[in-house]
């Protein structure tokens, strides 16, 4: 595990890191309303050369940008109600996939599964800067 503190315009250095690590397998998106989620998978986007406007697919329960980059938010939907629909097979697709409120069930489901799972919990600190504990199990 390793932990970083960054303010919004040192994300890059994480996001640079994560680009040139791991290319493609579920990465999951843990913290509080508003720590900075969805602002990471628009940071990653941009890298990865998608001028796509990233928001929070909130009510969609999956949002593409290219054909190989996958964008989900569990917060409205649950854990059931997303396996449900089948979206445990949509995870499966080659590519990259981010999950904004993927909790321990799901990376465990994925885990045993065999596919790659990078996990990272960010936390709000003082003065607007965040701290992200990034896990590659
Ligand atoms: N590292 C950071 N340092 C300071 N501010 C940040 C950082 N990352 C994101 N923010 C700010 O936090 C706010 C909320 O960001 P964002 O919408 O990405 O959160 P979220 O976790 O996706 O929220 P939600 O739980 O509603 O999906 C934005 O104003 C964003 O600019
Ligand atoms: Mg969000």
């Not at 315009?9 to 994480?14: A, F, K, N, P, S």
């Not at 928001?55 to 996958?70: A, D, H, N, R, V």
């Not at 939907?77 to 993927?102: N, P, Q, S, T």
């Amino acid at each position: 595990m390793k932990t970083y503190t960054l303010d919004l315009d040192e994300v890059d250095t994480l996001v640079n890191e994560v680009v040139s690590t791991f290319t493609k397998g579920i990465i999951i998106l843990r913290g509080d309303l508003a720590c900075g989620k969805t602002t990471f998978v628009k940071k990653m986007v941009l890298k990865l050369g998608y001028k796509d406007e990233v928001t929070s697919p909130t009510f969609s329960l999956q949002q593409c940008y290219g054909e190989k980059i996958f964008h989900y938010d569990i917060y409205n939907h649950g854990l059931e109600h997303f396996i449900a629909l089948g979206m445990l097979e949509e995870l499966e697709k080659e590519g990259l996939h981010f999950v904004e409120w993927g909790d321990k069930k799901l990376e465990n489901i994925l885990k045993n599964a065999g596919m790659e799972v990078l996990v990272i919990e960010i936390k709000k600190t003082v003065n607007d800067i965040r701290e992200y504990k990034v896990t590659h199990a």
